[in-house]
């Protein structure tokens, strides 16, 4: 279905119902179509992990990565320890 922006402001609750339900709004000004509505897709609130993943391995429009998975560092650099000077203020020591 298209509508104008005109009347899309005066009927706005009526098409995001439309739009909610299913029905693609296309709003055109002037005469050129600028924006689609369509309905969101219900998540379930209690999707895991594996239903996200095979979720968005259907989208077509995503490809996925040939990395794997990252894993958190199991130590990470630790902090200048008190007293030390941060390495940020020995550049700027060493511009000056």
């Known amino acids: 279905m298209e509508v ?3 009347d899309l402001k005066d009927r706005l609750s009526e098409y995001l ?3 909610a339900a299913g029905e693609d709004i ?9 924006v689609r ?8 609130d209690e999707e895991t992990e ?3 993943i095979a979720r968005l391995r ?3 429009r995503l490809r996925a990565g040939s990395g794997g998975r ?3 560092v199991a ?16 550049l700027l020591e060493d511009r000056e």
Do not use: F, N, W
């Open 50 to 52: 594996a239903d996200v």
């Open 4 to 6: 104008s922006v005109r």
């Open 75 to 90: 130590c990470p650099i630790p902090a200048a320890p008190a007293g030390e000077p941060l390495l940020s203020d020995l």
């Open 26 to 34: 296309l709003v055109t000004s002037y005469g050129q179509t600028i």
């Open 70 to 72: 990252v894993e958190p």
């Open 37 to 44: 509505m369509t309905g969101i897709k219900h998540i379930p």
């Open 58 to 60: 259907a989208d077509p």
């Open 17 to 19: 119902r439309r739009a």
